[in-house]
């Protein structure tokens, strides 16, 4: 094939090459813009999800509160009830109003006292929970509820109203009742607008049924519109409860969006991002990268042109270079060096002995042979390029190539060439560098290896001289810091920094030069989008020339603000959980406080009307109910109070060395006529030796008296309780208390440790509170031991304690 032809050829195939690699690009870039939108949106779905559901889970723990006064037979219009329903209001600004209405709809209460005594159309509310549950209803356009009577009803903006929270109840008096909640959605979609922060992006409520409860700016939906078209009903419920699609929404045009259903409400959030829109956005952002892919084509095709006009430029005076060449030869053969001489087509016509003793053939065998012939096959492409390039001016030009000898070897040459007058061929000779050519290769590679990484590198990094000018930057420091390449190679570094942030980075920089270590630290550097963010920015130096002092430094940047807001978030969600559970702690602790006085009264009088009933048995027998209830109550409060003073950290535990056995032998003695009045006989089977341990004597007592109480109370009549002691493989006291009572079902050994968890063997009524073995548990860890159940071989329960064996001075130990 003809020079010219193969270059066309090659170059045509480049271009096609270059232009599939150009389209693929651009179509994996627009998949991976619609990837990051999609996760985007499910990201904003979760969110908005978790926040609607804590905020009507919060609704739902007030109106419990004032549920719990009702049930206790406080009337609705009592002051406790109107204070317990205002402050809801306070603490939670999102809810519009809070009402206690009767089965007819009759508004009994209301924090807003201008709607006591309305009649409401419950039905508008959806379904009256029974008492006890708790029901979400559809979006009402009203603002409160005096607005649903015709007497007093006001005009309402267009998407203002509530979603009614209803809790039923039952009164001692068989009366049934409805606490309702007005939830403001408003309070709900600002949240959600603020956190999106885009006009192109928008998100909504929705009831499960297919109502709009809300939508934020942009979507043309009225609130109580039907939407069960929507592919969240279509497609995904009640199959999955959170999903992505790309289609239709709540806007005009194609969307990318999720939704995500509540885990305690029939509601789901919506979040939707216009395709349309970001996809503008993208080819914005892509269509610098298009347009210098399309001109590299393009000088593509030119070079390819040039060339093949070249080729055929150099085929006329092929034929006047050959006679010149036979005429140097005689000159020429004396030299060392390879010496020859080709025609304007690259064809050789003339070589030295030197160049027949490399190749191992005589110059009769190579005339007329292409020089490029005796070119290493790597090596051709670019000869090529130099002869078609001497072919256009008379010059000189030197290159490295390989020249192939006679057993296939390839030997590093240093060639010049030089132009003959009027394009009539070229002259050359060349050195063995075989050596000095390898060493350079090597350099060469290295230099290319690690401008490819810098390049191909996702984070933003630079090289900085001493000087404090900038030597190289990559494309992601480039699209981190806003400014082109062109303007910042040599530029000052800092120049967009405050005076303070550059003494910052420079004292950074000098303690780099001043150790030599690589520097790791933490600051916050403005973007190209106008934000400032947290990134971690690392520093090395680079090596100089001469070994010693370092000629620059490499700095690279990690962006990790959406790291640092994620932090904030779980702190503030952390800061929030526990501040919920302090407040349910002093609750749980003032509630307990207020009932034990009236319950040590109701004992004390009790006891008294015991001892003045003398042989009136009916009145004895009432006093010892009233006696029995009491005790009762008092030991749930007892519990509370434990529970109360365990979670608020409040209580202090006194460990002390002693012996187990003084505790174990006194909580046997004080329940020993509990078991004989059962029938029951106490087992003690304690060692002789003292079992010397550090630990608190009296919660020590509490523990094992709810162990025994609660083996007393579950064992047969006339049956036995073993209690026994010894040590265990590791040298720890173990205290054992059986019994064979009903046992414990094996997937519930550790259920029953938890507050308020019995076992479903003893829920007939024969069991307690449930907080019993929850505070033993942790009364036994804070003195560093532990306390689990099994089932005992025969039928019955076996309760291990096990405390550590100590020898250490008294200390406090908090719980």
Same mark, same amino acid.
């Given at each position: 094939?003809?020079?010219h032809?193969?270059?066309a050829?090659?170059g045509?195939?480049?271009?096609?090459?270059?232009?599939?690699?150009?389209?693929?690009l +651009?179509?994996v870039?627009h998949?991976?813009?619609?990837?990051?939108?999609r996760?985007?949106?499910?990201?904003?779905?979760?969110v908005?999800?978790?926040?609607a559901?804590?905020?009507i889970?919060?609704?739902?723990?007030?109106? &419990?509160?004032?549920v719990?006064?009702?049930?206790?037979?406080? !009337?609705?219009?009592s002051?406790?009830?109107?204070?317990?329903?205002?402050?809801?209001?306070?603490?939670?600004?999102?809810?519009?109003?809070? &009402?206690?209405?009767d089965?007819?709809?009759?508004?009994l &209460?209301?924090?807003? *006292?201008?709607?006591?005594?309305?009649?409401?159309?419950?039905?508008?509310?959806?379904?009256?929970?029974?008492?006890?549950?708790?029901?979400?209803g559809?979006?009402?356009?009203?603002r409160?509820?005096?607005?649903?009577?015709?007497?007093?009803?006001?005009?309402?903006?267009? $998407?203002?109203?509530?979603?009614?929270?209803?809790?039923?109840?039952r009164?001692a008096?068989?009366?049934?009742?409805?606490?309702?909640?007005?939830?403001?959605?408003?309070?709900?979609?600002?949240?959600?607008?603020?956190?999106m922060?885009?006009?192109r992006m928008?998100?909504?409520l929705?009831?499960?049924?297919?109502?709009?409860?809300? =939508? @934020?700016?942009?979507?043309e939906?009225?609130?109580g519109?039907?939407?069960?078209?929507?592919? *969240?009903?279509? #497609?995904?419920?009640?199959?999955? !409860?959170?999903?992505?699609?790309?289609?239709?929404?709540?806007?005009?045009?194609?969307?990318?969006?999720?939704?995500?259903?509540?885990?305690?409400?029939?509601?789901?959030?919506?979040?939707?991002?216009?395709?349309?829109?970001a996809?503008?956005?993208?080819?914005?952002? &892509?269509?610098?990268?298009?347009?210098?892919?399309?001109g590299?084509?393009? /000088?593509? %095709?030119?070079?390819?042109?040039?060339?093949?006009r070249?080729?055929r430029?150099?085929?006329a005076?092929?034929?006047?270079?050959?006679?010149?060449?036979?005429?140097?030869?005689?000159?020429?053969?004396?030299?060392?060096?390879?010496?020859?001489?080709?025609?304007?087509?690259?064809?050789?016509?003339?070589?030295?002995?030197?160049?027949?003793?490399? @190749?191992?053939?005589?110059?009769?065998?190579?005339?007329?042979?292409?020089?490029?012939?005796?070119?290493?096959?790597?090596?051709?492409?670019?000869? #090529?390029?130099?002869?078609?390039?001497?072919?256009?001016?008379?010059?000189?030009r030197?290159l490295?190539?390989?020249?192939?000898?006679?057993?296939?070897?390839?030997?590093?040459?240093?060639?010049k060439?030089?132009?003959?007058?009027?394009?009539?061929? %070229?002259?050359?000779?060349?050195?063995?560098?075989?050596?000095?050519?390898?060493?350079?290769?090597?350099?060469?590679?290295?230099?290319?290896? +690690? !401008?490819?990484?810098?390049?191909?590198?996702?984070?933003?990094?630079?090289?900085?001289?001493?000087?404090?000018?900038?030597? /190289?930057?990559?494309?992601?420091?480039?699209?981190?810091? $806003?400014?082109?390449?062109?303007d910042?190679?040599?530029? *000052?570094?800092?120049?967009?920094?405050s005076?303070?942030?550059?003494?910052e980075?420079?004292?950074?920089?000098?303690?780099?030069?001043r150790?030599?270590?690589?520097?790791?630290?933490?600051?916050?550097?403005?973007?190209?989008d106008?934000?400032?963010?947290?990134?971690?920015?690392?520093?090395?130096?680079l090596?100089?020339?001469?070994?010693?002092?370092?000629?620059?430094?490499?700095?690279?940047i990690?962006?990790?603000?959406?790291?640092?807001?994620?932090?904030?978030? @779980?702190?503030? =969600?952390?800061?929030?959980?526990?501040d919920?559970?302090?407040?349910k702690?002093?609750?749980?602790?003032?509630?307990s406080?207020?009932?034990?006085?009236p319950?040590?009264?109701?004992?004390?009088?009790?006891?008294?009307?015991?001892?003045?009933?003398?042989?009136?048995?009916?009145?004895?027998?009432?006093?010892?109910?009233?006696?029995?209830?009491?005790?009762?109550?008092?030991?749930?409060?007892?519990?509370l109070?434990?529970?109360?003073? /365990?979670?608020?950290?409040?209580?202090?535990?006194?460990l002390?060395?002693?012996? /187990?056995r003084?505790?174990?032998?006194?909580?046997?003695?004080?329940v020993?006529?509990?078991?004989?009045?059962?029938?029951? +006989?106490?087992?003690e089977?304690? *060692?002789?030796?003292?079992?010397?341990?550090?630990f608190d004597?009296?919660?020590? #007592?509490?523990?094992?008296?709810?162990?025994v109480?609660?083996?007393?109370?579950?064992?047969?009549?006339?049956?036995?309780?073993?209690?026994?002691?010894?040590v265990?493989?590791?040298?720890?006291?173990?205290?054992c208390?059986?019994?064979r $009572?009903?046992?414990?079902?094996?997937?519930?050994l550790e259920?029953?440790?938890?507050?308020?968890?019995?076992?479903?063997?003893?829920?007939?009524?024969?069991?307690?509170?449930?907080?019993?073995l929850?505070?033993?548990?942790?009364l036994?860890?804070?003195?560093g031991?532990?306390?689990?159940?099994?089932?005992?071989?025969?039928?019955?329960?076996?309760?291990?304690?096990?405390?550590p064996?100590? @020898?250490?001075?008294?200390i406090p130990?908090?719980?």
């Amino acid at each position: 094939m003809a020079p010219h032809r193969l270059v066309a050829y090659v170059g045509a195939t480049a271009g096609m090459l270059l232009s599939v690699a150009l389209a693929a690009l +651009t179509w994996v870039d627009h998949r991976a813009n619609d990837e990051r939108l999609r996760e985007h949106t499910v990201l904003m779905a979760r969110v908005f999800a978790d926040h609607a559901t804590r905020s009507i889970d919060s609704a739902a723990l007030a109106m &419990s509160t004032v549920v719990d006064l009702l049930e206790r037979s406080v !009337e609705p219009d009592s002051p406790e009830v109107i204070g317990a329903m205002s402050q809801t209001l306070v603490n939670l600004p999102f809810l519009r109003g809070m &009402s206690v209405l009767d089965a007819q709809g009759l508004v009994l &209460s209301s924090a807003d *006292p201008t709607e006591r005594g309305l009649v409401v159309d419950l039905a508008r509310f959806g379904s009256r929970p029974p008492a006890g549950r708790a029901h979400l209803g559809d979006f009402i356009p009203a603002r409160r509820l005096a607005d649903l009577h015709p007497a007093h009803a006001t005009p309402v903006a267009r $998407g203002v109203g509530f979603a009614p929270l209803m809790v039923g109840t039952r009164r001692a008096d068989g009366r049934e009742l409805v606490v309702v909640a007005l939830i403001n959605i408003d309070a709900m979609l600002n949240f959600q607008q603020v956190t999106m922060d885009d006009e192109r992006m928008a998100s909504a409520l929705l009831g499960l049924g297919g109502r709009l409860l809300g =939508a @934020t700016r942009g979507v043309e939906h009225n609130s109580g519109d039907d939407l069960k078209t929507l592919p *969240p009903f279509v #497609q995904f419920l009640p199959a999955r !409860e959170h999903g992505s699609w790309t289609g239709s929404g709540l806007r005009r045009g194609l969307q990318l969006a999720s939704f995500r259903t509540s885990r305690n409400w029939p509601v789901l959030t919506l979040v939707e991002f216009d395709r349309t829109a970001a996809h503008a956005q993208w080819w914005r952002d &892509s269509q610098g990268r298009v347009f210098v892919g399309l001109g590299v084509l393009a /000088i593509t %095709f030119l070079m390819t042109l040039l060339a093949v006009r070249s080729l055929r430029a150099r085929a006329a005076t092929q034929d006047r270079i050959a006679e010149r060449e036979r005429e140097m030869g005689a000159t020429l053969g004396g030299l060392q060096e390879v010496v020859f001489r080709c025609d304007a087509d690259g064809r050789l016509v003339f070589v030295n002995p030197a160049w027949e003793r490399l @190749t191992g053939r005589d110059a009769a065998a190579w005339a007329g042979l292409p020089f490029v012939d005796a070119v290493a096959v790597s090596d051709r492409p670019a000869v #090529q390029r130099v002869l078609a390039a001497m072919s256009t001016a008379e010059n000189a030009r030197t290159l490295a190539l390989s020249l192939l000898t006679s057993n296939g070897h390839a030997i590093a040459h240093e060639c010049k060439l030089t132009s003959l007058e009027r394009g009539a061929g %070229f002259v050359g000779s060349a050195v063995d560098v075989t050596e000095r050519l390898e060493s350079r290769r090597r350099l060469q590679s290295q230099l290319a290896f +690690t !401008e490819m990484l810098l390049e191909s590198s996702p984070l933003p990094m630079s090289v900085v001289g001493r000087d404090r000018r900038y030597r /190289i930057v990559n494309r992601a420091w480039e699209a981190f810091s $806003g400014r082109p390449r062109k303007d910042a190679l040599g530029a *000052p570094v800092g120049t967009h920094l405050s005076s303070a942030e550059r003494r910052e980075h420079e004292a950074r920089d000098a303690e780099v030069y001043r150790t030599g270590e690589p520097l790791r630290y933490e600051s916050r550097v403005p973007h190209a989008d106008g934000s400032v963010r947290d990134v971690v920015i690392e520093k090395r130096a680079l090596p100089g020339i001469d070994g010693q002092e370092p000629s620059g430094i490499l700095a690279v940047i990690i962006d990790v603000t959406e790291f640092r807001e994620a932090e904030r978030a @779980t702190r503030d =969600a952390r800061d929030a959980a526990e501040d919920a559970s302090r407040a349910k702690s002093e609750f749980i602790a003032n509630i307990s406080h207020e009932l034990r006085t009236p319950l040590q009264s109701i004992i004390g009088f009790s006891e008294l009307g015991l001892r003045r009933a003398g042989e009136q048995a009916r009145l004895a027998t009432m006093f010892e109910d009233i006696h029995a209830s009491g005790q009762r109550m008092l030991a749930l409060v007892n519990d509370l109070l434990d529970v109360s003073r /365990i979670e608020s950290s409040a209580g202090t535990l006194h460990l002390e060395r002693g012996d /187990i056995r003084v505790p174990v032998s006194e909580v046997l003695r004080e329940v020993q006529p509990l078991a004989s009045k059962r029938g029951l +006989t106490l087992a003690e089977s304690l *060692p002789e030796l003292p079992m010397s341990a550090k630990f608190d004597p009296l919660r020590l #007592q509490q523990v094992v008296r709810n162990v025994v109480a609660n083996a007393i109370r579950f064992s047969p009549e006339g049956g036995r309780v073993d209690i026994e002691a010894d040590v265990t493989e590791s040298g720890e006291w173990r205290v054992c208390v059986a019994d064979r $009572g009903p046992g414990i079902p094996e997937g519930e050994l550790e259920a029953i440790f938890d507050a308020f968890v019995q076992s479903s063997r003893t829920k007939d009524g024969s069991g307690g509170t449930g907080l019993g073995l929850a505070i033993s548990r942790t009364l036994i860890q804070a003195q560093g031991g532990r306390i689990m159940a099994r089932n005992r071989t025969g039928g019955g329960s076996v309760f291990e304690i096990v405390l550590p064996a100590r @020898t250490d001075e008294t200390i406090p130990s908090p719980l």
